[in-house]
């Protein structure tokens, strides 16, 4: 039976493994769809009464949530280029016979010019659309790679590092809580203390978390 994923918590996947392992052991564990990755384990964090062991483990070639959104974030911007040089080609090819139209020459009805002339006219038409909508979608992939690249620097649940940042988060919202029940801090509104309380709940919750998962 091989090791698998199991989600454990929001951003965290576990290893659901029918064998015990060795923290800092190397497993290999298959995806549901049938990519195998080498891991490393850390803690044994349930025993299922399925019968199997979840222990939290990271990728042994170092991709995780931060290295995801990296690439996502460069899939993005490689998109926007794309975009942005085919807007450019198609507005350069709507200039086609520039000079011409510039003239405002009417078309000649009847003319043999007159097919021609309204090709033309169409066929710039379409392309400076086109140019338009390729304008649009680099706004939009660019937008998405601003975001992803945001992600790139965030630290949750899945890392070992969650335990140092929780720990931060933890200090940061007492004190916070504790200087709206003193007067150091305004109180902008009627809820200002309940929030702040459940700031430091969240952040000690995800420190018991960060410790069960990644701590010694």
């Known amino acids: 039976m091989e090791n698998t994923y199991a989600?454990?918590?929001?951003?965290?996947?576990v290893a659901k493994c029918p064998e015990t392992h060795e923290k800092g052991e190397t497993i290999i564990l298959e995806t549901k769809f049938g990519k195998q990755?080498?891991?490393?384990?850390?803690?044994l964090v349930a025993r299922g009464?399925?019968?199997?062991?979840?222990?939290?483990i990271v990728r042994a070639d170092g991709f995780n949530a931060q290295e995801f959104a990296r690439k996502k974030a460069e899939r993005?911007?490689?998109?926007?280029t794309g975009a942005e040089k085919k807007s450019n080609e198609l507005w350069e090819a709507s200039n086609e016979a520039r000079d011409f139209l510039s003239l405002g020459e009417p078309i000649k009805?009847?003319?043999?010019?007159?097919?021609?002339?309204?090709?033309?006219?169409?066929?710039n038409h379409n392309r400076m659309s086109k140019s338009i909508e390729e304008g649009k979608k680099v706004e939009q992939h660019e937008s998405k790679a601003d975001y992803w690249n945001r992600k790139a620097n965030d630290i949750n649940?899945?890392?070992?590092?969650?335990?140092?940042?929780?720990?931060y988060k933890v200090e940061e919202t007492k004190e916070r809580h504790e200087g709206l029940k003193s007067g150091k801090y305004e109180r902008t509104h009627s809820f200002s203390l309940t929030y702040a309380k459940k700031a430091v709940n969240d952040a000690e919750k995800n420190l018991a978390t960060a410790k069960k998962l990644w701590g010694e």
């Not at 009805?109 to 066929?123: D, F, P, Q, T, Y």
């Not at 649940?157 to 720990?167: H, K, V």
Request: hydrophobic letters at 35%; charged letters at 25%.
């Open 7 to 13: 989600k454990y918590t929001a951003n965290v996947f």
């Open 37 to 43: 990755h080498e891991c490393i384990v850390f803690n």
């Open 49 to 56: 009464k399925d019968g199997f062991f979840y222990y939290s």
């Open 76 to 80: 993005y911007q490689q998109w926007a």
């Open 109 to 123: 009805v009847g003319h043999h010019s007159e097919k021609r002339h309204r090709a033309l006219i169409i066929r």
């Open 157 to 167: 649940l899945s890392m070992p590092e969650s335990i140092e940042y929780y720990e």
